[in-house]
């Protein structure tokens, strides 16, 4: 099936046809419309969506797309679609609620509806409108079901298989199964939906980078749930099933690979992206960046249970051809704010992407670092966000595709998505007083500089390789010292190093402890302790 695939993704795009009556057109989209705001799921199954498919087909047959190319004016994208509402919670207890709940992505599309963002008349007059001012709205782009096939290009079909078979689960399996897995390290609820909405937020995903990376649009916001960051290749954890951005990188890789061979991933949800940084850890075209909480390994998702299994500590640069690219900046605690995400971006991310210069930028853009979000505690405001996403606009051409990750206060990430929205419309990101950078943050930064030093020329100016000044054999200064003080004393005084037995020991204590000549002989023992 998915109908829907061939709608947008493009490859045969026809001039305008005086035919296609745009009377034809479905008013509504996908929940793009007023009834998206509503709450309430789309009542017809999964596959009447796909009915719309022909008519839209028509549209892209008017050559909206197409006519603004030739202008070199394209309009934003955004897509969404009502199903990924679907999952919920199977616990249909007395306190059912989960952070990452259905409403999410609702309250987000809300606001973009509102500040006028989202046009909720029909594509037919959507299309006139941007074609004289394409900024006005965003343009949709529908989302669809990834196939197993994209699926697996970052899965285990073992994988694929456990989340399809969700979908066969009894209410009840599904509910001692959410028990189960909700906690610790899984940190899972599973639904009888969970599958379809998944592939749909995967598929959301794909198409959104497709349409960025072709330049159907210049650039494009994926309002997507389940999650996708924390999904390791053979698991499902921390909300999240199938990991939506990999998937849709190594989709586009293979789709475009003269239009897009270097992706940047930026995360900067306040978890750590473990499923993407171990995705591509020795890929050396995909450059991940994390800027998280990291807490000395013990915030979400903490340490893995494979201790061979990378984490994201700042010393975790990728392996292999990918060394170097993966760039992890972990803050010490809770309660960073605009001041540190700004210098992440100044000192760090911005130097080291520009010298990556990638082709496409995906942002793993998880809200939970906004101010408000009881779950990651930090203090980023829509203005700050706002700026990361105008710093990234500067790369790739502008072909920045944003992906929604984590992020749990409805009003706090309603706000911030906003804000990378009107961004990403090209409206410029609003005056802002940047808070001093806290000097712990200061000291994290300069740590993530020294581990990226030895692979980024940027990143190396006024830094101290510890490696390489080892490879040298370089000496330390107090080892110097001691050994010329042990110089003047076996030349003046005759006095000899001894060894030092124990192993441990020796190295430090080699050439400091000294002793006159006949020491086995004599009955009495002077012992001078010097501490310079
Ligand atoms: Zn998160």
Same mark, same amino acid.
């Given at each position: 099936?998915?109908?829907?695939?061939?709608?947008?993704?493009?490859?045969?795009?026809?001039?305008?046809?005086?035919?296609?009556?745009?009377?034809?057109?479905?008013?509504?989209?996908?929940?793009?419309?007023?009834?998206?705001?509503?709450?309430?799921?789309?009542?017809?199954?999964?596959?009447?969506?796909?009915?719309?498919?022909?008519?839209?087909?028509?549209?892209?047959?008017?050559?909206?797309?197409?006519?603004?190319?030739?202008?070199?004016?394209?309009?934003?994208?955004?897509?969404?679609?009502?199903?990924?509402?679907?999952?919920?919670?199977?616990?249909?207890?007395?306190?059912?609620?989960?952070?990452?709940?259905?409403?999410?992505?609702?309250?987000?599309?809300?606001?973009?509806?509102?500040?006028?963002?989202?046009?909720?008349?029909?594509?037919?007059?959507?299309?006139?409108?941007?074609?004289?001012?394409?900024?006005?709205?965003?343009?949709?782009?529908?989302?669809?079901?990834?196939?197993?096939?994209?699926?697996?290009?970052?899965?285990?079909?073992?994988?694929?298989?456990?989340?399809?078979?969700?979908?066969?689960?009894?209410?009840?399996?599904?509910?001692? &199964?959410?028990?189960?897995?909700?906690? %610790?390290?899984? @940190?899972?609820?599973? #639904?009888?939906?969970? $599958?379809? /909405? !998944?592939?749909?937020?995967?598929?959301?995903?794909?198409?959104?980078?497709?349409?960025?990376?072709?330049?159907?649009?210049?650039?494009?916001?994926?309002?997507?749930?389940?999650?996708?960051?924390?999904?390791?290749?053979?698991?499902?954890?921390?909300?999240?099933?199938?990991?939506?951005?990999?998937?849709?990188?190594?989709?586009?890789?293979?789709?475009?690979?003269?239009?897009?061979?270097?992706?940047?991933?930026?995360?900067?949800?306040?978890?750590?992206?473990?499923?993407?940084?171990?995705?591509?850890?020795?890929?050396?075209?995909?450059?991940?960046?994390?800027?998280?909480?990291?807490?000395?390994?013990?915030?979400?998702?903490?340490?893995?249970?494979?201790?061979?299994?990378?984490?994201?500590?700042?010393?975790?640069?990728?392996?292999?051809?990918? &060394?170097?690219?993966?760039?992890?900046? %972990?803050?010490? @605690?809770?309660?960073? #704010?605009?001041?540190? $995400?700004? /210098? !992440?971006?100044?000192?760090?991310?911005?130097?080291?992407?520009?010298?990556?210069?990638?082709?496409?930028?995906?942002?793993?853009?998880?809200?939970?670092?906004?101010?408000?979000?009881?779950?990651?505690?930090?203090?980023?405001?829509?203005?700050?966000?706002?700026?990361?996403?105008?710093?990234?606009?500067?790369?790739?051409?502008?072909?920045?595709?944003?992906?929604?990750?984590?992020?749990?206060?409805?009003?706090?990430?309603?706000?911030?998505?906003?804000?990378?929205?009107?961004?990403?419309?090209?409206?410029?990101?609003?005056?802002?007083?940047?808070?001093?950078?806290?000097?712990?943050?200061?000291?994290?930064?300069?740590?993530?500089?020294?581990?990226?030093?030895?692979?980024?020329?940027?990143?190396?100016?006024?830094?101290?390789?510890?490696?390489?000044?080892?490879?040298?054999?370089?000496?330390?200064?107090?080892?110097?010292?001691?050994?010329?003080?042990?110089?003047?004393?076996?030349?003046?005084?005759?006095?000899?190093?001894?060894?030092?037995?124990?192993?441990?020991?020796?190295?430090?204590?080699?050439?400091?402890?000294?002793?006159?000549?006949?020491?086995?002989?004599?009955?009495?023992?002077?012992?001078?302790?010097?501490?310079?």
């Amino acid at each position: 099936m998915d109908g829907i695939d061939v709608v947008m993704d493009g490859q045969d795009f026809a001039l305008p046809s005086a035919e296609a009556p745009p009377t034809e057109v479905p008013s509504t989209s996908n929940g793009f419309g007023e009834s998206g705001a509503s709450g309430t799921p789309k009542s017809e199954s999964p596959g009447a969506d796909d009915e719309g498919a022909n008519d839209e087909e028509d549209f892209s047959a008017a050559g909206y797309p197409l006519a603004l190319k030739r202008q070199g004016i394209l309009p934003t994208g955004c897509c969404y679609d009502d199903r990924m509402k679907l999952h919920a919670n199977a616990d249909f207890g007395p306190s059912p609620h989960h952070p990452e709940d259905p409403a999410r992505i609702e309250y987000i599309m809300r606001m973009l509806k509102r500040a006028g963002l989202v046009f909720s008349g029909s594509d037919a007059d959507l299309i006139p409108i941007l074609q004289k001012t394409p900024n006005k709205y965003m343009w949709r782009i529908p989302a669809r079901r990834a196939t197993r096939e994209e699926i697996t290009s970052v899965h285990h079909p073992h994988h694929f298989r456990w989340v399809e078979e969700l979908s066969r689960k009894t209410t009840e399996e599904l509910r001692i &199964l959410s028990k189960k897995l909700d906690q %610790g390290r899984d @940190s899972l609820y599973v #639904g009888s939906l969970s $599958y379809e /909405a !998944a592939l749909i937020s995967a598929g959301g995903a794909i198409e959104t980078c497709k349409n960025v990376v072709s330049g159907r649009v210049k650039n494009a916001f994926a309002v997507i749930r389940p999650p996708g960051h924390h999904a390791e290749f053979d698991r499902a954890m921390g909300f999240c099933f199938f990991n939506n951005v990999p998937i849709a990188a190594r989709v586009c890789q293979a789709d475009y690979p003269d239009l897009c061979r270097k992706i940047l991933i930026l995360d900067w949800d306040v978890h750590h992206g473990n499923g993407i940084q171990n995705m591509f850890y020795d890929d050396p075209n995909v450059l991940y960046i994390s800027i998280h909480v990291y807490e000395d390994g013990n915030f979400y998702p903490g340490k893995p249970e494979n201790s061979m299994t990378p984490d994201g500590g700042m010393e975790r640069c990728g392996s292999g051809k990918g &060394l170097g690219r993966n760039v992890n900046i %972990g803050w010490h @605690s809770q309660g960073m #704010g605009d001041g540190e $995400y700004m /210098a !992440a971006f100044q000192k760090i991310v911005m130097p080291i992407a520009q010298e990556f210069s990638p082709d496409l930028v995906i942002i793993s853009a998880g809200f939970d670092a906004a101010a408000g979000d009881s779950l990651g505690g930090c203090f980023v405001t829509p203005p700050c966000y706002a700026h990361m996403t105008h710093m990234l606009m500067s790369l790739a051409g502008g072909k920045v595709a944003v992906c929604l990750e984590g992020g749990y206060n409805l009003e706090a990430i309603s706000k911030s998505a906003l804000a990378v929205a009107q961004t990403l419309m090209g409206e410029p990101p609003p005056k802002m007083e940047i808070p001093p950078l806290s000097k712990e943050a200061a000291r994290v930064l300069a740590r993530a500089q020294s581990y990226q030093a030895p692979y980024w020329e940027c990143m190396r100016p006024g830094v101290v390789d510890v490696l390489d000044m080892h490879a040298q054999k370089s000496k330390r200064l107090h080892d110097v010292v001691r050994e010329s003080q042990r110089l003047v004393l076996s030349e003046k005084h005759g006095m000899i190093p001894i060894y030092v037995q124990r192993d441990g020991l020796f190295n430090s204590y080699e050439n400091q402890v000294l002793v006159t000549r006949g020491i086995h002989k004599a009955k009495k023992l002077l012992l001078v302790i010097h501490d310079p």
